[in-house]
């Protein structure tokens, strides 16, 4: 019913921001975020609800102690890594139901027993080209192991980006000199993981399978398909009570503002604190083996815009007199280029590192392993 | 003026049938009569011959006669002197002439007169009939004699009729007759039929209604006999806004919380898209709000959407709204009136608790053939009408539809472009008058919705009604109506954009309703009605099907719902004595379901979940699952304080059978009607109000206040899916609800200036308590319901410069609804998430809108091939961004708040409408 504000705005509807009035701040609440992926490293971040209008980190929380443990009683304790991350190296688990259970210094909370859901392997993550030219990739797995299957998906994009200028000298902060560039700022790699919640199950279909299921769509201008871009997709099986879960929080966090929108209502997870159990926890525990795949999009084949929709930055060069060379300040400009008559350079063009840096936006300029 | 005669023209005829044998004793005229007055003229006449002249000398007095006649006839003199005039004569046996003004006295009875006028306790040998066509003034000056002097010797008699309208020969619905001396009045029911009781003698009858100019009829009540009366219609539409809500019923009337708007006053409001739209002008009376704009759920009095009896010619209609609420479902063409019923709901209405909203077409034009319609921004309409017999019966039908898909398609969007959003409906109504004693009238509407976005799901849904009433009279104090009726409603969502996901889903209800009601005027105290009442209900609650050969949807059907509401009322009217009149009634209402059906069975003392099915129940086709049911209580007083105050009391209690499940705060399309059954119990509803009615000069003043309870009010639990699922009673917690405020009401029907002024107070309270913490909301404690506004003001103004021009405008303010807010945000997943607030602790910002109009109505030549008017609107002239929602979402782990308005700008619409 998302669709249904389209209406709204045809009928001279708007959307606008909106802060809302003071707000009596709710008490920090406890937030145990993670998964065990049983075949390899896994993290569960500890963390503490802030208000609303809240800005900067949120508080980690640590020094607690954390144990997955099985429905016989065996555990197997996570190793507090630091600012509120704990980890649990890839583990032979017996196929029977998990909990975890987080002792804080005062208090003791406990998740639901879940069984352990694995993942069947993913398909085909694949793309298309949609009817006003952009891109859409989905994903599709199907299994035998269960007459329903409830799936997840995260997934990591990444894709390549340039800087406006192509720097071929490099300011050496001790010399004071100008040497010429042996790396490349110009061209870098941006990743990112997704945000959203992907959930789907085959409860209505005959059959344990999930068919081209819409993870990531952009339109033909997207910078992100100027050069080159590959996506992996990660898979997780999960229970039933998972899947209601996440359909329950992206319904209360996405799927608003429209008419027939449903009502948001609290939702908390399947922890429970056992010292206190007036008092709310939040997160989900879940546990399974993942499978993944990675594709990239050859950008050959896409039809070519005009122009791609990169974000503006202003951008120009200004002249570097050989003698101002000593006082250049390396820390927010960049060389460019040498200017002169035959082979002496008379002076150099420079602009700001944000011009020709491609890794002030974010990115690496290493190449990732897995990029062809 | 020695000759002059004032004439009585209700003079008893005694010479009964009627024949022309005057003309075998004809006496000859002959002679010269020059440039004489009228008045010298039957001087010189009755001097000559035996014959006496009857008539109203200011009829006559500019009259001039010159003519020359040898050898003829009375008849042909008086063609010719009154060649020129309005005036008719009859010339009785006796040589007795009658002049009146345009209609001739009737001196024949219709033929079947004798078969219809037979009272009970009829001892006269004959009645009499006095057909009354005159012109207003005559009509009121003329003296009726109704009933045979010393025919019996009983203090009252009775009089019955019907009160039409002159113009189209249509009944006048809700039309007050009464006396002042004692007071004693009656209404017309909705065929424009009434009976009352009067003390014998001279009487002065005051006819009141909506819309028509009042009346008076003086009458001579001499024992029982039938009085028809013609009203005239307010000729100039602009004169008034017309919320003269029968005046004197508001004061001197029994009901209570009732609203009627008729269509006269919701044309003249300014309008939102270019179209009348009923339940946007019901909106603007006291006690009833709405979650927001573009939404046609409305909630009266703290009820829920589903709450509402809404009634189109006595009919259900399930879904009110087209294209998602923006339109309301009825063509303003077809309308007469509209009835809002708050409190003090009469026995005969049953099976839903908040209210009722009686909707009424028009009959049709019975002497000529007509049509109206209309052109806006998005819809187009027509209604045409006319009779299928002169006077005897007559047809209305009438059609409407959008054309906003081309609206939709001129945007510069791709997703709209290749949207489609289409509605229509029709109506068809039929009226057929056997004899004065047997009417029927058959009904037919039809709506359709279509919606589809961009290539994807398509949405259809589909309103379908057909009713027939017959309606018969015993005599001048017992008739019936014996009725049956059809309501469906259907929707289904098929979406075909990825082949392997398929589907189409679809929903069906259909109810069959067959009563009978009879209403009985035992004496001048006691006005008696009863009936009986049985629905057969027919639900197929949810199926899914592939739509495509390779999709691998699996077919999925919820078992069908059947069952059986029935109902059997008995109400009395009693007037104790001038001040105080009493209502009394009981509605018994009993309600079956039947299989066939597979019923799960649960562990007893816990929490119904799938977990704890330990049986399934197997019922074969008729067979009985659960049975509920129990007498409701209908009861209201009225005592008049002074001349023109009155306090009024009423209580009622409500069982309602068919609840909507929802768990959007609009009404959603794809929502579903759910029958009681073994484990949802029906819905429960009591109400106490008390009122003061006031009319002062130009003024009505009123106040009421009331208190009502909910029993069995649904809600969910968290994640509950209400579509195809086989056991919703394990997702289904019963609420409780309690509602009250104070309502003040201030009009002014007439005049230049005229409209109303209304504030309410009001509260709307739920509690959810169940037996786990899932089960519970809010700690269990009392907590705002969705649509809790507790301030609300209101101003509907018109004013008239000339016949022609008039402007209105209307002003509503009332507090921003209930919201739940998030409280904190949290990272899961590297996404900042939120956490909620209890339910409904927080408003949305107050709501304020000012609307304004302009009605020009075309020239009043009465020749012309059809009447125009336009009418120009600005919906939301402040062009204020009120709030339809606040909300919250997670945009790339970032937490940002909107605020969503509907019509967040000034809509400017212009609408022709016409006649002919």
């Not at chain 2, 509209?338 to 839903?352: C, D, H, M, Q, T």
């Amino acid at each position: 019913m998302k669709k249904v504000v389209w209406i709204v705005v045809f009928l001279a509807g708007c959307i606008e921001p909106y802060t809302p009035p003071e707000i009596k701040p709710a008490d920090a609440i406890l937030v145990v975020d993670g998964h065990i992926d049983v075949n390899s490293k896994s993290i569960i971040k500890l963390t503490r609800s802030q208000n609303l209008l809240e800005t900067g980190e949120t508080e980690k929380v640590e020094g607690a102690e954390i144990v997955l443990e099985n429905e016989s009683g065996e555990t197997y304790p996570l190793t507090e890594e630091g600012s509120g991350s704990y980890s649990l190296p890839p583990q032979m688990i017996q196929p029977i139901k998990h909990r975890l259970v987080v002792r804080t210094t005062n208090k003791r909370y406990v998740s639901e027993f879940v069984e352990t859901k694995n993942s069947p392997p993913i398909d085909s993550v694949s793309w298309d080209i949609t009817t006003d030219l952009g891109v859409k990739i989905s994903t599709s797995t199907h299994s035998q192991e269960s007459d329903i299957g409830y799936y997840r998906w995260k997934y990591e994009e990444t894709w390549i980006y340039t800087a406006t200028y192509w720097s071929s000298f490099v300011y050496d902060d001790l010399e004071k000199n100008i040497d010429y560039r042996t790396d490349d700022i110009h061209r870098c790699w941006q990743s990112k993981s997704s945000t959203d919640i992907f959930i789907a199950s085959s409860l209505r279909l005959s059959e344990n399978l999930i068919s081209k299921f819409p993870l990531v769509i952009m339109e033909q201008r997207d910078p992100r398909l100027k050069f080159g871009y590959s996506i992996l997709v990660k898979q997780y099986a999960i229970p039933e009570a998972a899947y209601l879960y996440w359909k329950e929080l992206e319904k209360s966090t996405e799927d608003l503002g429209t008419l027939f929108s449903p009502m948001p209502s609290q939702i908390t997870g399947n922890f429970t604190c056992t010292t206190n159990p007036e008092e709310k926890v939040l997160g989900y525990f879940s546990i399974g083996t993942s499978s993944e795949k990675r594709i990239f999009i050859d950008i050959q084949q896409l039809p070519q815009p005009d122009n791609y929709n990169v974000p503006y930055i202003n951008c120009k060069l200004d002249t570097l007199q050989l003698t101002d060379i000593p006082t250049f300040n390396s820390s927010a400009y960049i060389i460019i280029i040498g200017i002169g008559k035959g082979t002496a350079i008379t002076a150099y063009l420079y602009s700001t590192n944000t011009c020709a840096d491609c890794r002030i936006a974010g990115g690496t300029n290493v190449k990732p392993d897995f990029w062809p | 003026m020695k000759t002059t005669r004032i004439i009585f023209l209700s003079i008893t005829l005694f010479c009964l049938p009627w024949t022309r044998c005057w003309s075998q004793v004809e006496t000859q005229i002959s002679g010269s009569f020059r440039n004489m007055t009228f008045l010298q003229f039957v001087e010189e006449i009755e001097q000559r011959s035996d014959y006496h002249f009857f008539f109203h000398p200011t009829w006559v007095d500019s009259l001039l006669v010159n003519i020359n006649v040898s050898n003829k006839t009375m008849d042909e003199t008086l063609d010719e002197v009154l060649r020129e005039t309005d005036l008719k004569y009859t010339v009785t046996l006796n040589h007795k002439v009658y002049l009146t003004l345009r209609q001739p006295i009737v001196t024949q009875l219709p033929i079947d007169f004798f078969d219809t006028d037979i009272t009970p306790d009829s001892t006269e040998k004959k009645a009499n009939y006095v057909r009354i066509e005159e012109s207003e003034k005559a009509k009121i000056e003329e003296i009726i004699v109704i009933g045979i002097k010393g025919a019996n010797n009983k203090p009252t008699g009775s009089i019955a009729g019907y009160v039409r309208n002159i113009k189209s020969g249509e009944p006048v619905i809700g039309a007050t007759i009464m006396i002042d001396e004692p007071l004693i009045g009656t209404a017309t029911d909705p065929s424009g039929y009434y009976s009352i009781l009067l003390p014998k003698g001279s009487q002065n009858l005051k006819i009141r209604s909506i819309g028509m100019k009042s009346t008076e009829r003086n009458i001579i009540l001499n024992g029982d006999g039938k009085l028809n009366i013609e009203m005239e219609e307010d000729v100039i539409p602009l004169k008034e806004i017309v919320v003269q809500s029968d005046r004197d019923e508001k004061v001197m009337g029994l009901k209570m919380g009732t609203e009627k708007l008729d269509l006269k006053t919701m044309k003249q409001m300014p309008l939102a898209l270019g179209e009348v739209d009923i339940i946007k002008a019901v909106l603007t009376l006291p006690g009833v709000q709405t979650v927001g704009e573009g939404t046609t759920g409305f909630n009266v009095r703290g009820g829920a959407t589903d709450q509402n009896l809404i009634l189109f010619n006595e009919a259900i209609i399930y879904n009110p709204s087209h294209l998602f609420g923006f339109f309301s479902a009825f063509n303003p063409d077809l309308l007469k009136n509209v009835e809002l019923y708050k409190s003090g709901i009469p026995a005969e209405f049953g099976g839903r608790i908040s209210s009722v909203l009686d909707i009424t077409t028009r009959e049709g034009n019975k002497k000529k053939f007509s049509g109206s319609g209309g052109i806006g921004p998005i819809t187009g309409r027509v209604a045409l009408e006319g009779p299928i017999i002169k006077e005897k019966s007559s047809f209305l039908i009438g059609a409407r539809s959008s054309y906003s898909d081309w609206i939709l398609h001129k945007i510069p969007s791709t997703t709209l472009k290749n949207s489609e959003a289409s509605f229509y409906d029709l109506n068809a109504n039929i009226n057929h008058e056997f004899n004065a004693k047997n009417h029927l009238h058959a009904t037919g509407y039809l709506s359709q919705d279509r919606f589809k976005l961009k290539n994807d799901t398509s949405y259809n849904y589909s309103n379908k009604m057909a009713a027939i009433k017959w309606r018969h009279i015993f005599n001048n104090k017992f008739f019936s109506e014996l009725g049956g009726n059809y309501s469906g409603y259907d929707y289904s969502i098929i979406s075909d954009n990825n082949p392997v996901e398929a589907f189409n889903l679809s929903y069906r209800l259909q109810q069959t309703n067959v009563k009978a009601d009879f209403n009985y005027l035992l004496n001048a105290k006691n006005t008696v009605n009863f009936g009986v009442s049985t629905i057969l209900y027919k639900l197929s609650p949810g199926s899914l099907t592939p739509s495509a050969n390779k999709s691998l949807i699996v077919s999925d059907q919820l078992q069908n719902e059947q069952a059986n509401e029935s109902a059997i009322y008995l109400g009395d009217q009693y007037e104790v004595n001038s001040r105080l009149s009493l209502y009394g009634g009981l509605r018994y209402s009993f309600f079956k379901s039947t299989g066939p059906r597979d019923v799960f069975i649960y562990e007893p003392g816990v929490t119904k979940d799938v977990t704890t099915i330990i049986d399934t129940a197997h019922y074969t086709s008729g067979q009985k699952i659960s049975t509920t049911g129990g007498p409701e209580v209908r009861l209201s007083a009225r005592y008049i304080i002074a001349e023109n105050s009155s306090v009024k009391i009423s209580f009622n209690r409500v069982r309602q059978y068919l609840q909507r499940l929802s768990n959007t705060t609009a009404i959603s399309p794809t929502d579903i009607w759910k029958l009681s059954d073994a484990y949802i119990k029906p819905l429960l509803g009591d109400q106490f109000s008390i009122g003061y009615y006031q009319n002062a000069k130009a003024l009505e003043f009123s106040a009421e206040v009331y208190y009502k309870q909910m029993k069995n009010f649904l809600d969910y639990k968290g994640g509950a899916e209400l579509i195809l699922n086989h056991h919703i009673e394990t997702d289904i917690i019963n609420a409780s609800g309690k509602a009250y405020g104070a309502e003040f009401l201030l009009k002014k029907p007439s005049g230049k200036l005229n409209g109303w002024l209304s504030y309410t107070y009001s509260r709307s309270l739920l509690r959810t308590k169940g037996l786990l913490p899932s089960e519970t909301i809010n700690q269990g404690n009392y907590y705002p319901s969705n649509y809790d506004k507790p301030h609300a003001f209101n101003f509907i103004g018109n004013y008239k410069f000339n016949r022609r021009f008039s402007i209105s405008a209307n002003v509503t303010y009332s507090t921003g609804r209930p919201i739940t807010l998030p409280l904190a945000k949290y990272d899961i997943d590297g996404t900042s998430r939120l956490f909620y607030s209890d339910r409904n602790q927080y408003r949305i910002p107050d709501y304020f809108r000012i609307d304004f109009g302009i009605n020009i109505e075309g020239n009043h030549k009465i020749k012309k091939l059809a009447h125009g008017s336009w009418n120009i609107s600005i919906y939301n002239l402040t062009g204020r961004n009120n709030a339809y929602s606040v909300y919250f979402t997670s945009e790339n782990g970032i937490v940002k708040g909107y605020k969503l308005s509907v019509f967040a700008y000034a809509i400017p619409t212009i609408t022709y409408n016409f006649k002919f």
